[in-house]
């Protein structure tokens, strides 16, 4: 099984990559793609760490799209589309059991770019 999750993994991680040059890439394993900003946060409960972006994670029963974003951003959720939100678990994550299909991986990169767009408009990257 979790053979065919590093497929969904190898799909999902490009969304976030592309975006790699403008953030910081804080994981990058087998299991793991995690972006946050290059920059501290500008919130003190962050303690001067940086705001986590998004993450792909393998996990043992699906693997998880993390776009931290839309849970800071509102606004964000007008952008997700019906068939997107079906995979939706909590307020920012995704999980895929199997290898999303084409439009979907475009709702996806859709929605994460608005989500770039929205924080460099809010100077957070």
């Not at 990058?28 to 793609?33: A, G, H």
């Not at 909590?90 to 994460?112: M, S, V, Y």
Request: with cysteine; aromatic share 12%; glycine share 4%.
């Amino acid at each position: 099984m979790a053979a065919d999750f590093s497929t969904v993994f190898a799909v999902l991680k490009p969304v976030l990559e592309k975006h790699a040059n403008r953030l910081a890439v804080k994981a990058d394993t087998s299991i793991e793609y995690t972006l946050v900003a290059k920059c501290a946060s500008p919130f003190p409960q962050h303690k001067g760490q940086p705001l986590y972006f998004g993450c792909v994670r393998l996990g043992k029963a699906y693997v998880s799209f993390h776009l931290v974003p839309i849970y800071m951003c509102p606004a964000l959720m007008k952008s997700v589309t019906p068939a997107l939100k079906t995979r939706m678990q909590g307020k920012a994550c995704f999980n895929f059991k199997t290898e999303p299909a084409p439009e979907l991986i475009a709702d996806l990169t859709r929605l994460t770019e608005a989500a770039f767009q929205q924080w460099r408009e809010m100077k957070w990257v």
